[in-house]
């Protein structure tokens, strides 16, 4: 576990580093063509059940006082021109390497959920809580094309509930169970091969 997050350090740093310039274009993008805040940020539970502020750079229209945690899966009317762009690319998931670096997340690991969603299943939860989430796992690259599957649901909130997610924790338990150094690295070229491909 410490060589791993010794690689999450230093992976995360590298990368900030290296695509600074793209950070600051696309941050200079979102405060012009879409007003609000450049940062999506949202409490997600973590490593141990605790909570933490992920950070994704906003691809929506703000609307006022939404709860935390509401649940707009399948409702694409208020992801902008630029905000499809940087989810199609998974750019709006970028400054999540600040999490990594902090100490919130690893670079790959379970995805964080919100805790609405986490008080689902806890028997599970308690076991996927054991390691730090991740910006990316098998999950992810099994439901990259997600929101285009609760978009065709008359009912995106059960959907999730019911199937999407009982499978995702599956995915979790398995990588907290069997996860190696290789396997990261596997899911990382996964990842960034289903980003181009998609």
Do not use: C
Not at 109 to 122: D, I, L, S
Not at 153 to 167: A, D, F, H, T
């Amino acid at each position: 576990m410490r060589l791993k997050r010794i690689i999450d350090l230093f992976s995360s740093l590298l990368g900030i580093i290296i695509i600074s310039p793209i950070l600051f274009i696309v941050a200079l993008l979102i405060k012009l063509l879409m007003p609000g805040p450049i940062f999506f940020i949202q409490t997600r539970i973590g490593k141990g059940g605790k909570g933490f502020r992920l950070l994704k750079f906003r691809t929506m229209l703000v609307k006022p006082q939404t709860p935390e945690g509401s649940f707009d899966a399948g409702d694409q009317s208020r992801i902008t021109a630029l905000g499809k762009i940087l989810r199609k690319t998974k750019l709006d998931e970028i400054p999540q390497l600040i999490n990594v670096l902090k100490g919130d997340m690893s670079l790959v690991g379970p995805r964080p959920e919100v805790k609405k969603w986490t008080v689902v299943y806890p028997e599970q939860w308690a076991i996927v809580h054991q390691v730090l989430p991740g910006i990316t796992d098998n999950a992810s690259i099994e439901f990259r094309n997600e929101e285009e599957l609760l978009a065709q649901s008359s009912n995106p909130e059960e959907s999730y509930r019911n199937v999407i997610l009982p499978r995702k924790l599956e995915l979790y338990i398995n990588y907290v169970n069997h996860h190696s150094f290789w396997g990261d690295l596997m899911i990382i070229i996964r990842t960034i091969q289903s980003v181009i491909l998609k």
